[in-house]
């Protein structure tokens, strides 16, 4: 965790679950924290509670609903204006839904579509000039086990982490001889709310076994080693990245078979 000291990080999602996690591992070590979430009284608590254990860490909260591209341009605005120059940046905020795409509510596909992708793309825009002025400086895109496999019932939230994988892989290549590294984290079931924000009154996801969950500090932990060691891309959990290179290892057709039959399967219960 050496590598974090005196940082000035900025967290989006930062109010809860692998965002929240990641402000407390950070905290001992980074000179500023940056915290960024819809819900600024969350934020205000974990400022307090942080502040509270590391005094020595400044922090800095910042209510912001980061789909908007004009409330983004007016926080990157006040980053400059607090001098404020990020030099780790992490892509945390994004939001999922489950059930069946054609009963899905449009607008929550939609919102989905311009926090998970959009907004993600947009901030690391704005601030890859600042990220870059630094000999070194790291980005820490977090995806999911999702991105690797098309998932029914979770078609576009998958979707959007194929694209945050994606995309991450071709930044990091792009930025090779920058001294900006880039890092793809992608956890498979991990101990947030973020099932119960994702699922919709008339599904039931709680099918995941207890063996694959794997605790949110882990998850935090394993995403800064990765950045730590200018790793790619790390998959938290060993059952679950053994699990995803088996999967990547089947013929498509063969794929498509098991989750057309896992499909039926959920449907029968």
């Not at 940082?7 to 990641?22: K, Q, V, Y």
């Not at 030099?87 to 795409?101: I, K, P, Q, T």
């Not at 890092?183 to 694959?212: H, I, K, M, W, Y």
């Amino acid at each position: 965790m050496h590598y974090f000291y005196g940082c000035t990080a900025l967290i989006t999602g930062a109010s809860s679950g692998i965002g929240r996690e990641l402000a407390w591992e950070l905290a001992p070590h980074a000179h500023a924290l940056i915290l960024v979430a819809r819900r600024i009284e969350r934020l205000d608590e974990l400022k307090s509670q942080i502040a509270l254990e590391f005094p020595k860490v400044n922090i800095f909260v910042y209510g912001l609903d980061l789909r908007g591209e004009q409330e983004t341009d007016a926080f990157v605005q006040w980053l400059g204006e607090n001098n404020l120059r990020v030099n780790f940046l992490v892509n945390n905020a994004g939001h999922g839904d489950y059930g069946d795409f054609e009963s899905g509510d449009w607008s929550r596909f939609q919102s989905m579509i311009d926090l998970n992708i959009t907004a993600l793309t947009r901030l690391t825009h704005r601030l890859l000039p600042v990220l870059k002025s630094f000999e070194d400086s790291a980005i820490l895109n977090v995806s999911s086990i999702a991105g690797f496999i098309p998932i029914p019932h979770f078609a576009v939230y998958a979707a959007t982490k194929a694209y945050v994988t994606s995309f991450s892989e071709a930044l990091r290549i792009e930025l090779r001889d920058t001294g900006v590294s880039v890092t793809t984290l992608c956890p498979g079931p991990t101990e947030t709310e973020f099932n119960q924000v994702a699922r919709r009154a008339s599904e039931d996801n709680s099918g995941t076994p207890d063996f694959l969950r794997v605790p949110v500090r882990l998850v935090a932990r394993k995403g800064l080693e990765a950045v730590a060691r200018d790793q790619a891309r790390v998959i938290p959990g060993w059952k679950v990245a053994a699990g995803v290179a088996l999967v990547s290892l089947l013929p498509v057709f063969l794929l498509r078979a098991c989750l057309a039959s896992w499909l039926d399967a959920r449907r029968e219960e």
